[in-house]
């Protein structure tokens, strides 16, 4: 077991190796950084300060591993808008993003798993047919149109819920309501099919013909060996959420780490930028970690791969 | 698995023959396909449906309401925008910006994916390390950030949303290329194939790719409806498709200021793209069901 988490956390510090590169990459997509700044009134004179001010006229491999040791002391840059430390902006508005992604994910959970379990016991009737509706609904609907849509519903038609903000707990309703259908389909299909497959396990036939009471196979025997896969699914599908925060952010005017992101794109505040691809990626590597380490708890067998 | 006996390659009309009663006898394919071949026609035919020039303002005529509402006429089915410009005729347009963009980048993250996967899969060990940690590596990546801080820098339109999109998107290609190569790798006809002397490129062309071209047709189906959300995300967002191209998620962006008195600005584009995305999807979901009835249910 500490051998596989050895292993499995050395593969991720590669991964956000890798991911950094690109990252640090990002910078020159737009072409010279300095030309950037100094905008079009600059003269070539602003652009050579601003070049020696950042450091861009050193060479490139100094630049990236000078950004990537900042990274790891804490030291993020400094935002070209604000004028202040990045790190100094982005810790609370990570932390919004976050508590508003924890609670979708737990939504998601909550109606993901049940669904997928009532659809998978009992496939092509009412239930299943009714879920697989739900799914295929979600998975279509775009998250801004969605959100747009329970505006319209819940904010202008019938006024009971806040529209913008994050202030009470009626402001996360709508948010949370749209980030969860966007994560809770795939988190029921995946737990439908696997209760699907486990039930028609030789073991589940055994219990059964041993008459031990049908919901202790359920939940004790099957569902349990059903989750595993979704555990990895899960902490993805989290991942993706709060990247995705972008849009439901924008829309509910949330003062969120994806609404910042959103905002220092508009004013090409590359270091803020920079900060925050990198985070989210960080996340989702240290997510998708824990899940293959609860997964190799949870089964053995999953320690060898 | 991997000893799973492949059936010898049947004459394409019996293929069809096989094949085709189970299309018809799948209502969520049928339907999806179907909705989706009036999408595509309205496409095409844009110009010709369109009663209107989309880019055409009226300033003598904004903000007029649909048919179904009060004040609405059949002059303007769909109503105007705030400047005046037929909604009919932009969501023609729209249609062809929508799949227009989630062909084109479906065809380069189709090429990039299918080359990674099929590339890890037939020849595994080292090389297989190498694209399995770059597929990871991409996951990892935030998809729209990405995508939105390139456009942002790189300059907004229509192309560069594509090229960077097809750019990102290759991911699901890759794993299921790579699963389904690694399946079929050590198959008896592969072997024979490797025994009469084949290259390695011949293999891949002439005896994987006919047999993988099922999933491929799949996973290109899903990620189509992807590349049009994505899009319609990315112009909602104001850094994608510029304006004044008539593209679904521009419209609603530019309808929501008056989200509290005009809603119909967001729902009517809003409708045709979730029904072009469901349609999509739906055909996807079939076509996996039809062509490998094993996954049923699944």
């Known amino acids: ?305 | 698995m991997s000893a799973a006996p492949v059936m010898p390659t049947a004459g394409a009309k019996s293929m069809v023959t096989l094949i085709l009663p189970r299309w018809r006898q799948h209502t969520g394919f049928m339907l999806g396909f179907c909705v989706l071949a009036v999408f595509a026609l309205m496409a095409i035919l844009a110009p010709m449906l369109a009663p209107y020039d989309p880019y055409a303002q009226d300033l003598m005529a904004r903000m007029r309401p649909p048919v179904w509402m009060d004040g609405g006429n059949w002059q303007h089915p769909f109503g105007t925008d705030q400047v005046g410009r037929d909604y009919l005729s932009r969501i023609f347009y729209g249609a062809r910006v929508s799949l227009f963009v989630g062909l084109s980048v479906t065809i380069i993250s189709c090429l990039i994916g299918t080359a990674l996967g099929v590339t890890a899969g037939y020849f595994g060990g080292r090389v297989d390390t190498v694209i399995s940690f770059l597929i990871t590596a991409r996951l990892a990546i935030p998809v729209v950030l990405v995508a939105l801080a390139v456009v942002a820098l790189v300059g907004s339109s229509l192309q560069i949303v594509i090229a960077v999109l097809g750019l990102l998107l290759w991911d699901r290609f890759a794993i299921v290329m790579r699963a389904t190569t690694q399946q079929i790798r050590s198959a008896d006809f592969i072997v024979a194939a490797k025994v009469q002397g084949a290259s390695n490129f011949q293999i891949v062309m002439q005896e994987i790719l006919p047999n993988v071209v099922n999933n491929l047709l799949v996973v290109a189906t899903l990620e189509i409806a992807q590349a049009i959300v994505l899009e319609a995300a990315l112009s909602f967002l104001g850094i994608g498709v510029p304006a004044p191209t008539p593209s679904w998620g521009l419209m609603i962006a530019e309808g929501r200021a008056d989200v509290f008195f005009d809603p119909w600005l967001i729902t009517i584009p809003g409708t045709f793209l979730f029904v072009l995305v469901l349609a999509t999807n739906m055909t996807g979901d079939g076509l996996r069901d039809i062509t490998a009835p094993e996954g049923r249910n699944r």
């Open chain 1, 1 to 305: 077991m500490y051998r596989y988490i050895l292993r499995r956390s050395l593969s991720g510090i590669l991964l956000i190796l890798a991911v950094s590169l690109a990252t640090f990459f990002l910078m020159f997509a737009g072409g010279d950084p300095a030309t950037r700044m100094a905008g079009e009134s600059g003269s070539m004179a602003d652009v050579i300060r601003i070049r020696q001010a950042y450091g861009f006229d050193r060479p490139i491999i100094v630049q990236y591993l000078s950004w990537l040791g900042g990274f790891v002391t804490g030291d993020l840059g400094r935002s070209l808008y604000f004028d202040m430390p990045v790190s100094a902006i982005l810790v609370e508005r990570m932390l919004t993003t976050m508590r508003l992604g924890a609670w979708a994910i737990l939504l998601a959970i909550a109606i993901g798993v049940p669904l997928g379990v009532a659809a998978g016991c009992r496939p092509n009737t009412k239930v299943d047919r009714f879920a697989l509706l739900f799914a295929v609904v979600g998975q279509a609907m775009p998250t801004f149109w969605f959100a747009l849509l329970l505006v319209i519903a819940f904010s202008v038609t019938y006024p009971i819920l806040p529209s913008s903000g994050l202030d009470s707990w009626k402001h996360y309703i709508m948010p949370m309501v749209v980030l969860s259908y966007f994560a809770a389909p795939a988190i029921m299909r995946l737990t439908r099919s696997g209760m699907i497959s486990v039930l028609d396990t030789d073991y589940i036939r055994t219990a059964r013909a041993m008459g031990i009471v049908p919901h202790k196979i359920l939940l004790k025997y099957a569902l349990r060996n059903a989750l595993i896969p979704v555990v990895s699914l899960a902490a993805a599908q989290f991942g993706y959420m709060l990247a995705g925060s972008v849009v439901v952010e924008s829309v509910f005017a949330i003062h969120g780490a994806g609404r910042l992101a959103w905002e220092s794109i508009l004013r090409s505040d590359l270091p803020v930028i920079q900060a925050l691809v990198l985070c989210f990626s960080l996340f989702y590597i240290v997510l998708t970690f824990l899940a293959d380490v609860v997964n190799a708890w949870l089964d053995p067998r999953m320690r060898i791969a």
